[in-house]
């Protein structure tokens, strides 16, 4: 909490600063910098539109918009920054073991500084926590410092970012009430479901390469005395589409150290997602297929079919879990394929809703994401 305390301090008296200090650049060299990012942008895969996929922006590194696009002058660095804060929460109730849980919170603050087109940084700090009541004499909970770091992007492209939870992760977004992903740092996995997917261990480290609002190319690393996971990112944000490869790797064990399976030094994705309007974008088919292979486990199938009118959402999602062999037993007749199944009402950035599962799983849950 001190380390947090510090970032918070910081972030504030930067936020506050009255720094209208000249720009060191000469008109001619704005000019220059302005041309080199004007150049490429005429090389990237990329345009200036919306995009109507969800963004995660707790675990991706993504890019930040000039709050002051129309100016290339000599304003100081602290005169055009901006306050991002984003959640991405979860509150449920297990209807099937009559449990209160909240698996999932994420609280991120931060500051983006923008000095032109030249340079952005953005310093962030991310709280998680758990809360689970199992009955009115036994609850467990906890809060703690999840990520922090800052991001910057140089000449509006390159990538540098320094952060606890430093490794590109694997896609957690999903188009149901409850996701199919869980975090090492915050789960029992213990309770959960053999189709879902684990976070990998992570550690504090770098992430760099090339960003632009719509794709990113990257090589991110953790660094500790005992592991030292690195990942290589390709991915584009369209319109209505994402897709992204992923590769990650460690020397000792990805996997987290209570989810059980030893020696899963490399693990491979690949996922695309998209959405389909209808009827002048009042009815919209969402869509997901996605493959992951994890060392000294399994395959993972997952796919997403749903139906978004208005505030309504109606989704599925069938799971795979194709053991390879080396892991531990599993009735393939049994633990082969699980279908869940949602219904909820999305009021902008709240849900709330249903959601069950073929296994016995059944939910009421609330999530909030921004």
């Known amino acids: 909490m ?6 918070m ?6 936020s506050y600063s009255k ?22 942008s005429l090389v990237e895969i990329e ?5 109507f996929i969800d963004y995660d922006y707790i675990h991706e590194s993504y890019k930040r918009a000039n709050p002051r696009k129309d100016s290339f002058s000599s304003r100081a660095l602290y005169e055009l920054s901006t306050i991002e804060f984003h959640m991405n929460t979860l509150i449920g109730v297990s209807l099937e073991k009559k449990r209160f ?7 991120s603050l931060g500051k983006s500084f923008h000095y ?3 340079f952005s940084a953005t310093p962030f700090a991310t709280l998680s926590g758990k809360f689970d009541v199992f009955d009115k004499n036994k609850s467990t909970g906890k809060i703690e410092l999840y990520d922090a770091g800052i991001e ?11 952060r606890m939870k430093a490794a590109n992760d694997i896609n957690g977004s999903t188009f149901m009430l409850l996701p199919s992903v869980v975090d090492s740092a915050t789960e029992n996995f213990d309770d959960i479901a053999h189709w879902y997917l684990p976070r990998v261990n992570n550690e504090m480290g770098l992430r760099a390469g090339f960003i632009g609002h719509y794709f990113e190319l990257s090589y991110s690393q953790g660094f500790s005395g005992e592991s030292s996971p690195l990942a290589v990112l390709f991915k584009i944000n369209g319109d209505f589409f994402k897709t992204q490869i992923l590769y990650q790797h460690e020397k000792n064990n990805l996997s987290p150290n209570n989810y059980g399976y030893n020696n899963t030094r490399n693990i491979i994705q690949l996922s695309a997602m998209g959405k389909l309007p209808l009827l002048d974008r009042t009815i919209w088919i969402n869509m997901l297929g996605e493959y992951t292979w994890r060392q000294n486990d399994a395959h993972y199938l997952r796919f997403e079919l749903g139906l ?5 959402n109606i989704a599925i999602r069938p799971l795979f879990y194709i053991d390879n062999k080396t892991s531990k037993n599993i009735n393939e007749k049994r633990d082969l394929f699980c279908l869940e199944y949602s219904a909820y009402l999305k009021f902008y950035s709240v849900y709330f809703g249903f959601q069950g599962a073929t296994d016995g799983r059944y939910y009421i849950a609330l999530k909030a994401l921004f």
């Open 2 to 7: 001190k380390i947090l305390f510090k970032i």
């Open 9 to 14: 301090l910081l972030t504030l008296l930067l």
């Open 19 to 40: 720094m209208f200090a000249q720009s060191p650049y000469t008109e001619k060299d704005q000019k220059f910098f302005k041309a080199m990012a004007n150049i490429l």
């Open 47 to 51: 345009r200036q539109t919306e995009s």
């Open 101 to 107: 849980t909240m698996p999932d919170m994420y609280l």
């Open 116 to 118: 032109d087109w030249i």
């Open 152 to 162: 910057t992007i140089t000449l509006t492209r390159i990538l540098l970012s320094f």
């Open 308 to 312: 978004e009118w208005k505030i309504l």
